[in-house]
């Protein structure tokens, strides 16, 4: 990964500040001739948007993207697009900046944040919110995955909140219909967690204060044959990729961290030649991936999101003069910034996986 | 990350499998000027070496690195080189294959390995042990690291072992000259864990069986300010290089998965100034990044190996040919290959770091 | 290079075709604390904007660029814009599209573009227009390399029309002062060229045919050292730039294609040590790259730029149907596209130097 | 292109001084299951060695090429190599150093040679010979280039001089079989120009002089499609491929510069349905590549070497300590350095192509 691009075959670079005019990506080399709906991009788009309930930031934001290049109608003439080949801009617009909220903060280094160390760094930095650092930079993410989604046949890649802070879900009650519900705001599978990640969210936003999250994320329908030996393994990308997002503080394919615990016996998954006539693993315990590579199980990755740091709660901290101060950070943020961090995981495995797609047509012509 | 290379300026290219006549690598961009001696090289190979204790694999390579380019002895002609800013190939030989010992598995698909995976992808592979995907190739990770350390001026990358599978160390005993000590086999920090290990180890080794383990690296004297938004942040690099290590998976940072768990008031590091008159962090729990960004504290990562697959107990499994099997991985193997990645760790770490401070330079001028 | 983007630190990534809403580019990698004003942006973009003369295409675009990140004022509060060191995103929008003007040309393959072959490769194409490979994308580029002027301090990249067609340019009379004067359309840097060129081009017009042109880059304050040897040479990456033009069909650096014919006692540039006691060459047939690494004298570069394919002249082709047509390219096309591309050229240099200018600093910190 | 790497999906890596033990290469990305022979490798390592005639260097090398990872014996057991799909070593050792006979020069700074940029780049530099930037390097390039050919079912890449400094062949006498002849040491395919380039070449040695060539490389067999938009264009790619070789200084596309001079009518080739009932060229012009996509129609390349620069006549210099010199090159130079770049400007076109083969399939999926 270099600067503010990723992926290989399907890149995607981002560029943007959370209060300059707008925030946008632009997508090189995703394949011709995918046909998808503005609104397809937009649904996911609103899966990530603010404001959607108390239990996250209260910044109204739209988020529309606009499709500034790369695209055709098709000949249905119905709204769907196709793509040519060639690069593709979208564009969101900041729409509600409200910069004056940040005015008190532009010297102060909020701790937690990247303030300190973007000065350290540039000399300078966008006083306005957190600029590049900002969690706004992640809705371009979101609707590049939304495309990423479209190039792999019959991938389906899911995500959801596995614990908030010291509350976990109960793996017994997974339902994924229930992650998508209406009353659901917290991307949880299991229902009977909702009132529980209410009541303790409440208590934390009483108090001033915010908390971490644990996010899983499971991609079916990839072939297997997906990555490459050593340096561009499947799961080094996806390790990257949710790692570069903000506030992430770990990562874990199949068992995870878990495995460390466990003896051979226990976690090399075991095969079988299935019904079908083809091999099949008896465990997954690998989170779909050996050596790098695909095996065709479903693969399955966690990632853990820091608590939010911005809190009104005062810290200690110092200022750009060398001045000891106290931050407050006013301002309108997530309690819990790892529940939005949901459908952002998603998208970041959908790219590396449609990536890996390509690159192994590429190198193969084995798909 | 892309195939077989890693870094941006400071570029790695690896090469080889376990099975052929040597393994190799290539560094591009090193900087020029940078004085070592080929037994720093040696040094740090020699820690991965195998063969050194019961506890790890009893194949018995010297695991002898050459230089081939890119060097030249300095003007002290006292066996110091210096690099000259071009590519650095470095080579180690294959001196202990024993390829027959494999010669019952070439068909075989044994469970937790890529032999599955690699066929899937390439309709072929190296089916004298595990070809690139052996754990062998780490050993020019090992080389290219210990020429990583030299860049940063003031840098030092340590790591230690903390867990083999369900033992854990005591981190009050953390005592940095206790991992390289002699009669310690395990890099652990804490004496007290030697006996404890050898025997948990031991009783693995007659039951056929073998463990993962759990690896902490630190790295001190990093400048603030390496990094870069978003894609290229220094943990996302991290994050890939140790993920890109064999038998890893899991990465984290800092508090790591243990922050999904805490409240903002926890975990934000706060800042006074310190005795000095610069900024100063009184806790570390972002690990030494923020925003991607190094802080100038101590960069702290772990990652989690999972059990050795190749174990004496039978497996089920399948081969080439679609027939169901029993798989008993003979060879010699080590019983927890965690052990040894820790230099793998180490010099991951530190080619991340390297790499990031000759961009930082590149792009701000500022160091 | 890569799909749709170039450079290594100084990266810059295009995006938009002819006939969409706007055409941008993404420049990442940008130093902090670079200072500018729009004003200096745009300057560049008039002196390529079409429209100016009528020996250029009548199309009316303002070319008028704005940027949506990266920056922020500076101090001075006097509409000058400082770099912060993230994604720099410009964008320009399509005014003057009349998309009408090309819809009998939807399924025609016009002799000398890219439609077939974009159709061959992509299995569709942006019908409207040249797309993605009208000279429009390179307006972009003119916008980065405003930039990338800024970054090596105290260079100058200027550029001439040598020859249009078979008409050459004396150049005993070269002064960069007549290139830039007002009543010179053509970029040639010979006053007594520009009525020769006009009477020229005005016959080619009334015959509806074009023709091609030599243009000449001279980046001048290089310092001595930016390069890299073999792949990543200096005069690689301008060629590579310069190639990357549209109609480009030939790049040459100091001598070029002269030097084929030179003798070795004529050829190599003898040294001496100048009047500031510091190595200089007597003569500059190297074109200012020695073994890929600039050598301090001025860079000179050379490309050929093919005629205008669009013609009034009927043409034979087929079309996507395979129907045997003849097409004659009406809309407002360029008689010698060759004439705008001097600014192109210049920005493809500066863009180049930049870069190495970075490189050269992060990989040897000796500048 | 970036360091001492090239291509994207099938890039190469090359290392080596002249002087040093070895120079080699790595191929990541090459597909698995491609088939060849050591001999294949060797016999176009054979066409680029010194000591064949007496018009090149006498360096007696027989540079034989070894590979150490990548390919197994196919099943065939005959001696035929099968690519595994991982990166594939090759190393070639340098016999005949010789350093002694550049005892003399190693504070000198040889005109057109790249003593002094590298002196001023690094800080200091390999003295024995040309190091890095020997032409030595390109025999690594031939070897990587022997397998490109073979990744492109049906392609074909040949190369021939076109000229030797003032003495051009005739094009009418064109003979791909008089290239490779026994008694042809120049690569001409006219072989009435032979005793012409003796007789030449045979004064110009004597004169203690050397001369530049032209080489014209032609590639059959490549499928419409291959290239990319804007800055990945196939001929962008392949003009930075040759303009990386060693004393190439310019290159150019189909009719190339001479394009500049040639109008819309002339220039643009026309199209019909051919026999077979698909689009046919008429013309030529283009050198096979529209927009940067190549046509189907066979692709031509022209490159410029300069003359060697080690020559026996003295020439003006300086050294590192700031004295003014003469400078003789004795050493065994070839009188033409241009002679032996035919191998070399196939190998790197090749490569050109079998990459954007590789990317082609896997962003379009199309081949």
Redesign the interface.
């Known amino acids: ?6 992926g ?2 399907f ?1 995607v ?5 959370s209060h ?5 990506c ?1 997508i ?6 995918i046909r998808f709906r503005m609104e397809e991009i937009q649904a996911e788009l609103d899966r990530r948007k603010p404001g959607s309930s108390r239990f996250v930031t209260q910044r109204r934001e739209p988020d529309t993207a606009k499709i ?3 695209v ?1 109608p098709d000949e249905s003439d119905d709204g769907t697009l ?1 793509t ?6 979208m ?1 969101i617009e900041n729409v509600d900046q409200r910069s004056k909220d940040y005015g008190d903060i532009a010297k102060q ?6 303030d ?3 000065d ?7 006083y306005r919110g957190g ?3 900002s969690a706004r ?1 992640t809705a371009t993410r979101v609707a590049a995955g939304a495309l990423a989604r479209k190039i792999v046949p019959g991938l389906t890649v899911r995500g959801a909140i596995v ?1 908030i ?2 509350e976990a879900i109960d793996r017994g009650n997974w339902d994924w219909q229930v992650v998508e519900r209406e009353d659901n705001p917290f991307f949880t599978p299991d229902a009977a967690s909702i009132p529980r990640f209410e009541s303790y969210l409440d208590e ?1 936003r009483k108090a001033h ?6 996010i899983e994320i499971v991609a079916e329908g990839v072939p ?10 499947l ?3 996806i ?2 990729g949710l ?2 997002i ?1 506030a992430v ?25 299935g019904d079908n ?1 083809e ?1 099949e693993f ?1 465990a997954n ?3 779909g ?8 199980a479903e693969i399955v990755a966690r990632f ?8 009104l ?1 005062p ?4 200022d750009r003069d ?1 001045q ?1 101060i106290d931050v407050v950070t006013k301002g309108r943020h997530d309690p819990c910034v ?1 529940i939005r961090a949901v459908p952002i995981g998603e998208a970041m495995v959908a790219c590396a996986i449609a990536d890996h797609y ?10």
């Open positions: 990964m270099s600067h503010n691009t990723f290989h075959l890149r670079t981002t560029w943007g500040e300059g005019p707008a925030i946008g632009v090189d080399g995703c394949p011709p001739g500034l290049s790369g055709l196709v040519t080949g060639t690069p593709i801009a564009e280094y909020r701790p937690g944040h990247a300190f160390t973007y350290v760094k540039y000399g300078l930095r966008d600029g590049r650092s930079e614990a802070g010291t934390l204060d915010s908390v971490g999250a644990l297997a044959g997906l990555g490459a030996p050593i340096y561009g393994k799961d080094t990308d390790a990257a790692m570069s903000n503080k770990g990562v874990e394919i199949g068992d995870g961290f878990a495995a460390a615990r466990l003896k051979g016996t226990e976690n090399a998954d075991e095969m079988r030649i006539g091999p008896l315990h690998s989170g991936i050996l050596g790098g590579i695909s095996t065709g853990a999101v820091k608590p939010t740091s911005s809190i709660t810290r200690r901290s110092v060398g000891e790892g390509l690159r192994h047509r590429g190198q193969t012509g084995r798909i």
